[in-house]
Nanobody, 121 residues
């Protein structure tokens, strides 16, 4: 059974930090690129950050989080992380972990259930 389980969300003051974690199971983690998306209240889901599988590629960030957020993965533990610093109220959203694998013929993708991040004083 495929699972992506996010944790680490919560309430934080502006300027603070949080570290989100995503535990992956039920699929070959090293075959998949991993991403974090977020969905602010009343808005569309947007890409926050992406990290390739160990086979290569580039790490990428959404413009609004560049320089503040860092995505990483631990391939020995099947974990992906999002370190969020200098948080702003506009970072308030549900954050989702996402896994994707593409071949010439197929695509597989999985979503987590999300974790709420609220930035407020």
């Amino acid at each position: 059974q495929v699972q992506l389980v996010e944790s680490g969300g919560g309430l934080v003051q502006p300027g603070g930090s949080l570290r989100l974690s995503c535990a992956a199971s039920g699929f070959t983690f090293n075959d998949y690129a991993m991403r974090w998306y977020r969905q602010p209240p009343g808005k569309e889901r947007e890409l926050v950050a992406g990290i390739p599988n160990p086979g290569g590629g580039v790490t990428a960030y959404g413009d609004s989080v560049k320089g503040r957020f860092t995505i990483s993965r631990d391939n020995t533990k099947n974990m992906v992380y999002l370190q969020m610093n200098s948080l702003k109220p506009e970072d308030t959203a549900v954050y989702y972990c996402y896994a994707i694998r593409r071949t010439i013929a197929t695509m597989s993708e999985y979503w987590g259930q999300g974790t709420q991040v609220t930035v407020s004083s």
